[in-house]
């Protein structure tokens, strides 16, 4: 059993990793967090949702829980702000025009108070409100004003990588973007990555990746892998991640999070 008698802080992907792919949580996630921060044991969950999203589903919780939202480009503990990474305005109307040349796709325009989207097919809002508990329609998201934007999130039912990616590969030397999912392709402001903000986190708590642990599964934690010496990617993970994490746990249908935190909890 490998010596996880010096981890203080735990740092947790939410779908694909933490959730199974009923979006559920198992059920002895609860336990096992009370008794590691119990013996003061730090967790965060590291998600490409949106803050008030996880705030809903961690809430009997909220105030014992670190957040990195929306791929890391804002990070909340006790409703203050840690991190904020937002894009320029003229780079946000940028990119939402490109965005428009794009067929059979959906845009979500995070803001730090909500998201903006300009549709409302029943099918798009379904796959919206997994992941998104503010939002509001409007005609135009270029004109949307009064905000901080975090993120565009693109839905793609054609497939994120394969049909909406290349209309942004020449972007990535200036911007983030990641596949975040079969459907969803993120576009973040360069420093706006979850590796950047749990670094922020770190230093803020004084705890050093040797004392971080990590799980994540798709192209959204890449850069978590590199902050927590025990990095675990999920066995359902996407093989970029498998590659740049130490480990490898059981699937997030396996209880792969769960297992491993079993272990932690015996030893710290």
Same mark, same amino acid.
């Given at each position: 059993?490998?010596?996880?008698?010096?981890?203080?802080?735990?740092?947790?992907? !939410?779908? #694909?990793?933490?959730?199974?792919?009923? +979006?559920? &949580?198992?059920? %002895?996630? $609860? @336990?096992?967090?009370?008794?590691?921060?119990?013996?003061?044991?730090?967790?965060?969950?590291?998600?490409?949702?949106?803050?008030?999203?996880?705030?809903? &589903?961690?809430?009997?919780?909220?105030? @014992?829980? $670190?957040?990195?939202?929306?791929? #890391?480009?804002?990070?909340? $503990?006790? %409703?203050? =702000?840690?991190?904020?990474?937002?894009?320029?305005?003229?780079?946000?109307?940028? &990119?939402?025009?490109?965005?428009?040349?794009?067929? =059979?796709?959906?845009?979500?325009?995070?803001?730090?108070?909500?998201?903006?989207?300009? +549709?409302?097919?029943?099918?798009?809002?379904?796959?919206?409100?997994?992941?998104? %508990?503010?939002?509001?329609?409007?005609?135009?998201?270029?004109?949307?004003?009064?905000?901080?934007?975090?993120? !565009?999130?693109?839905? @793609?039912?054609?497939?994120?990588?394969?049909?909406? $990616?290349?209309?942004? !590969?020449?972007?990535?030397? %200036?911007?983030?973007?990641?596949?975040?999912?079969?459907?969803?392709?993120?576009?973040? +402001?360069?420093? /706006?990555?979850?590796?950047?903000?749990?670094?922020?986190?770190?230093?803020?708590?004084?705890?050093?990746?040797?004392?971080?642990?990590?799980? #994540?599964?798709?192209?959204? =934690?890449?850069?978590?892998?590199?902050?927590?010496?025990?990095?675990?990617?999920?066995?359902?993970?996407?093989?970029?991640?498998?590659?740049?994490?130490?480990?490898?746990?059981?699937?997030? @249908? +396996?209880? #792969?999070? !769960?297992?491993?935190?079993?272990?932690? /909890?015996?030893?710290?």
């Amino acid at each position: 059993m490998m010596n996880f008698s010096d981890v203080k802080l735990i740092v947790t992907d !939410i779908d #694909g990793t933490l959730l199974n792919s009923k +979006h559920e &949580l198992n059920s %002895e996630f $609860y @336990d096992l967090f009370r008794q590691l921060t119990s013996r003061g044991v730090l967790f965060a969950a590291a998600s490409g949702r949106q803050y008030y999203n996880l705030l809903k &589903l961690f809430d009997n919780i909220r105030n @014992d829980l $670190y957040f990195i939202a929306e791929n #890391g480009s804002y990070a909340v $503990y006790r %409703e203050k =702000d840690i991190f904020v990474q937002a894009m320029s305005t003229a780079v946000t109307k940028e &990119l939402l025009r490109t965005i428009d040349t794009i067929p =059979d796709t959906y845009t979500v325009l995070c803001g730090k108070r909500k998201a903006y989207i300009a +549709h409302d097919t029943p099918s798009f809002i379904e796959r919206l409100s997994m992941y998104y %508990e503010r939002y509001e329609i409007v005609k135009d998201l270029k004109a949307v004003e009064g905000d901080q934007f975090l993120k !565009i999130a693109i839905c @793609d039912l054609k497939g994120a990588e394969q049909h909406s $990616y290349p209309y942004f !590969i020449n972007k990535s030397q %200036e911007l983030q973007v990641k596949v975040s999912g079969n459907i969803w392709l993120d576009l973040s +402001h360069k420093l /706006a990555n979850k590796g950047v903000a749990l670094e922020v986190l770190q230093k803020a708590l004084n705890i050093s990746p040797d004392q971080t642990m990590v799980f #994540g599964d798709y192209l959204n =934690d890449l850069e978590m892998m590199d902050r927590g010496t025990f990095s675990y990617a999920m066995e359902n993970a996407h093989p970029e991640v498998k590659k740049a994490a130490r480990y490898v746990t059981t699937s997030n @249908d +396996h209880e #792969g999070v !769960i297992r491993v935190l079993r272990q932690v /909890a015996e030893v710290v």
